[in-house]
Structure formats: structure tokens, C-alpha cells
């Protein structure tokens, strides 16, 4: 690892290969903490390459534990997080909210690193138990549409530097991998990133897989629909710009979408907005994240037919009770 430093010290990046080495190292503890520690720091200090998020890439999925759902078309909601903003857990009720429309989920997860409650904080927290057997998840998925995918079940790498992550607190290169390692492959993806940097970064690499993506950033820095400023929206066919009364019908204040200041704060809001029980604002944001997921399948007319189908899943309760079912299923 030493040499690897004093390599990236002097300015210079890694190969695809090289950055999938060191990665698979990682995973297999080959370094100490604090070795690890720098290399992850020198990636806060320098934008990361497309080559090395390749190679990291690479290295994950080359060493992940693989579900195959094929079979159902699922989707994924998911954010690289680190956006600082500390939002409600919107990813994540968006995809209960997209089980309830009748659309399988395979939602791929981590605790927050940066955040009070990052997806299986809330997930843990509501009872549901991390698993990575392939015959329990699918069971999941055909009984409630839904599973939950907890990381470092199913990536050494970042069960190997899940403390080092957290004792950082801020973010790494690792949020920005999570949305590209989903060890069920998914056919779908929705896709929030925390700047226009990282939005054409992940462009570039989805537009490879040939699977259907939609990449969005709100343009005041959330990496999701927050409705609090214009979105930027990019799929396998363009890219534009909405206002928050295009996609969510209004706009919403930053105070309107607070995550809380525990895990227990956050999941008694996660069922609170779930049961249909939420204020106008968080409805909104959940429901236009769920609507732009539901738009990406093709599986609907339009935006506007996908938003009506996420209403409906919320208001009939059967977003509310994707999630009671998933629970019973544990």
C-alpha cells in the first residue's frame, strides 16, 4: 500500500486494473485501518477518474454474492448519499411506494454514513432482518414485490471498511460505487447523485450496462427529487431540466423534508408518511421520487400516468402494506 500512496501523492491516477487490485485487497484485509484510511482520503482531495470507479467497480461485483431476479424486472431506487442534507429516508419509501404499484424492487442499501438513518438503518429499525440467501429474497420479492439488499452481506470491500466509513463521517468514493453494485443486477434504476460532476460520471457508465437508468440531482445539491429547486433529469435518451411543479405539482422548503435526529425519529417518520399520514411536502417528494422510478420501467404511458399509479399505491394503502407484508415475511 505504501508504494500505492506515494504513487497517487504525486498526483497521478490508477489504471482500471490497478484500482481493481487495490480494491480487492481491501476487501480481503490486506492493509490496516489506517492505511486504507489515506487511501480513501486521497479521493476527498481529487475527483475520482471513470477509470478508477471502473476498476473499483470491477472489484465489487467481481467478489459480490449474486441474486438472480431476472425474472422480475426489478428496480432500484437508490442515492449515492453524502449530500449532507439529511433528508427522510426518500429512496427507500419511494420503493415501497413502487412495490405497491406492482413493480418488483430490489433495494440495495448501507447505514448512513454520512446521515442519521442511511436505508438499513430504517429498514433494521422497522424489523426487518438482513439476509443474503437467494431463495429467501426472491420469496420476498414475489410475496410483498419488494426485498432488501443490505451491502456488506453481499461486498467484502465494504464490510471491510464499514468503521472506517463511519469514524470518517464524510463522504467517499464508496457512496459513489453503492449505486453501481446492486448484486441483483437490476433491470431498472433511478439513480440520485450529489452534483452535475458525478451525473455525467454515472451517465457514461450506465449508459454502458444497456439497461434503462434515469440519473437525477436537484440543482440546490440533494441527490434526489427534493423538490426544493429545479431537477435535472438525464435517461438513456437525453437529458433536461424540470421545476419542481412539473414533477412534483409544488415546492417544498429544505425544513419541509428533515430526516430527524435518531434512528427511532426516522423510521417512526418512514411509517408515519407510509400509513398515508404525512404532511403535503413529504407526500410530494416521496411521490414524484416514486412517479420518475415508475416513468423509468416504460411500463407506463407517460410521467403523468406513473404519478397517478404512485398516488394510488400510497393513498389505497398498498404501499403500506408491501411493507407490513415484508415484515411478516421475517
Known amino acids: ?3 500505492i500512496l506515494q ?5 497521478k491516477t490508477l489504471s482500471r486494473q490497478q ?11 490486506a492493509y ?3 492505511e486504507v484510511t489515506a487511501f480513501m482520503t486521497v479521493f476527498l482531495m481529487r475527483s475520482i477518474t471513470i477509470q478508477e470507479l ?3 467497480r470491477d472489484a465489487l461485483l467481481e467478489l459480490c454474492v449474486r441474486v438472480d431476479l431476472d425474472e422480475h424486472g426489478v428496480l432500484d431506487i437508490v442515492g449515492t448519499g453524502g449530500d449532507g442534507k439529511n433528508t427522510f429516508n426518500i429512496s427507500t419509501l419511494s420503493c415501497f411506494i413502487v ?45 410483498a414485490d419488494i426485498c432488501f439488499l443490505h451491502a456488506p452481506l453481499f461486498h467484502p470491500a465494504l464490510k471491510a471498511v464499514g468503521a472506517i466509513r463511519k469514524n470518517l463521517g464524510i463522504r467517499t468514493f464508496f ?33 454502458q450496462t444497456g439497461r434503462a437508468f434515469t440519473i437525477i440531482h436537484s440543482l440546490d445539491g440533494y441527490d434526489e427529487i427534493s423538490l426544493t429547486n429545479d431537477i435535472k433529469v438525464i435517461t438513456n435518451e437525453g437529458e433536461k431540466v424540470y421545476t419542481p411543479e412539473q414533477i412534483g405539482k409544488r415546492m417544498v422548503s429544505a ?11 426516522a423510521a417512526d417518520l418512514f411509517r408515519k408518511i407510509l400509513k398515508g399520514e404525512g404532511s403535503f411536502a413529504q407526500n410530494a417528494v416521496v411521490l414524484a421520487n416514486a412517479a420518475m422510478a415508475l416513468h423509468c420501467t416504460g411500463r407506463f404511458g407517460d410521467y403523468e400516468q406513473a404519478y397517478s399509479a404512485s398516488v394510488d399505491s400510497l393513498e389505497s394503502g398498498k404501499a403500506y402494506r408491501s411493507l407490513q407484508k415484508l415484515i411478516s415475511l421475517q
Open 1 to 3: 500500500m505504501k508504494k
Open 7 to 11: 504513487y497517487l501523492f504525486e498526483h
Open 19 to 29: 484500482a481493481k487490485d487495490v480494491l480487492v485487497s481491501i476487501s480481503r484485509n
Open 32 to 34: 490496516n485501518e489506517t
Open 54 to 56: 471502473q476498476g473499483f
Open 99 to 143: 412495490a405497491g404499484a406492482g413493480v418488483k424492487v430490489a433495494k440495495h442499501g448501507n447505514y448512513g454514513a454520512t446521515s442519521v438513518s442511511g436505508a438499513s438503518n430504517v429498514m433494521e429499525q422497522l424489523g426487518y432482518a438482513f439476509k443474503n440467501d437467494p431463495a429467501l429474497l426472491k420469496r420476498e420479492v414475489e410475496e
Open 175 to 207: 457512496n459513489m460505487l453503492g449505486p453501481l453494485v446492486n448484486p441483483a443486477f437490476p433491470q431498472y434504476q433511478l439513480v440520485g447523485v450529489y452534483n452535475l460532476e458525478m451525473a455525467r460520471v454515472y451517465n457514461y457508465l450506465l449508459q
Open 255 to 265: 425544513t419541509d423534508i428533515y430526516g430527524g435526529n435518531t434512528v427511532e425519529e
